[in-house]
């Protein structure tokens, strides 16, 4: 029996999985990987921060970057707030002289084309691992960069 490409396509599969939900968790997967990837930068290049998923509930997705060094007193987090059809990105950072907030929304959308699920931040297609680098990048140390 000969089997034609389209019955091995799913794009059924592909297209639910461009849900809010499922987006969260393929957010999540990301995060979780990138996290460890910088936990083990930080350990190798001797550098006294730490990196950590928080919690995770219905919906949020919290990152922490604690500090174990005594010299730099900056705390950094960023949540991620599944608000359909939107996903709100929250980044904060506080130190002894600094206190900035920023936010920006991530939008999941099914491509009708290219049969696939693009990830939109201010109107322009990103990759899943670029938002995941858009949100955590400020959690590298000065020193690290």
Not at 5 to 19: P, T
Not at 94 to 115: C, I, V, Y
Not at 133 to 139: F, V
């Amino acid at each position: 029996m000969r089997v034609d490409k389209s019955e091995k396509f799913d794009w059924v599969g592909k297209r639910f999985r461009c849900g809010i939900n499922q987006v969260m968790q393929s957010l999540y997967d990301q995060l979780d990987l990138d996290v460890k990837r910088m936990n083990q930068v930080f350990k190798k290049k001797n550098i006294n921060h730490e990196c950590e998923i928080c919690w995770r509930r219905k919906g949020v997705i919290k990152v922490v970057k604690q500090n174990i060094d005594v010299y730099e007193s900056i705390s950094a987090f960023t949540s991620f707030t599944a608000k359909a059809p939107h996903v709100v990105v929250s980044i904060s950072i506080e130190g002894a002289d600094q206190h900035d907030r920023t936010s920006f929304s991530m939008t999941p959308k099914w491509n009708e084309e290219t049969l696939e699920c693009e990830l939109f931040i201010d109107n322009q297609p990103h990759e899943l691992w670029d938002v995941s680098r858009k949100s955590l990048s400020h959690m590298f140390p000065s020193k690290a960069v």
